[in-house]
């Protein structure tokens, strides 16, 4: 499997902030929000990492991370022309990279300790399939995208920031997808506001019953504004400084 790392984007919420550089490379506590995701994908078994920017920031990135050595990783870059293309588009350039492997996706400004290997063994035995990651919010959880499941985790539904949620576990930015997904994203149609949507995507594999959900103990989303990055440096604090992260 190999892993890939969506760090695109305007961030026009954090500006000035990212006047001149990149979300992904402002500090949460004591790393760069980049070095998270990396650090997860090590853990997990991952050897390979495609890291998908923006034409500005590429060579930002490269000029920090190297070719990987420090993460035990072989980074490689990859250029998403279109920074308001969407989620499902920042994916669509791995193609190549993944050359028919399944890959793990993840956010760049996810941050979360959940160590992903065993899903991963799970996942890299499934014919077909896709995961996504949810966690627990038993409040607010109106303000992202539901996840609806049934007994064997198996996703029955995804509404995004629904009235009246049908569950209390709310979608990250973390997926595991099979070799098909270059294909489905394909087929897919820019949304109302222009992008190829990750929630079409996932509704794809919803409506052939192969998209299950795995949940996180802990995650924040460290990117979305001025009070999440400064609560993602509070809490990750606390939990280094307690050994937890």
Known sequence: MKGVILAGGLATRLRPLTQVTNKHL??????????YPLEIMQRAGIKEVLLISSPDH???????LKS?????LKIYYGVQQNAKGGIADGISYAR????????LVILGDNIFRTDLKSAIGKFEQKDKGAVIYGVRMPTHSQQY?????????????????PEHP?????????????????????????????ELEVTDLNN????????????????IDA???????????????????????
């Open 26 to 35: 402002l500090p949460v506590f004591n790393k760069p929000m980049i070095f």
């Open 58 to 64: 590429s060579g930002d990135f490269a000029n920090l």
């Open 68 to 72: 990987g050595e420090e993460f035990g």
């Open 96 to 103: 190549e990279f993944a050359k028919n492997e399944k890959i």
């Open 145 to 161: 995208g539901v996840i609806e499941v049934d007994d064997n985790a198996v996703v029955l539904s995804i509404e995004e920031k």
């Open 166 to 194: 049908k569950s209390d576990i709310v979608q990250t930015g973390i997926y595991l997808y099979d070799e098909r997904v270059f294909d489905f994203i394909e087929t897919l149609k820019p949304s109302a506001r222009g």
């Open 204 to 219: 794809i594999y919803l409506e052939e019953g192969s998209l299950q959900c795995e949940l996180l103990d802990w995650w």
């Open 223 to 245: 990117g979305t504004s001025y009070d999440e990055l400064l609560r993602a440096n509070n809490m990750v604090a606390e939990k280094v400084k307690a050994g937890e992260l």
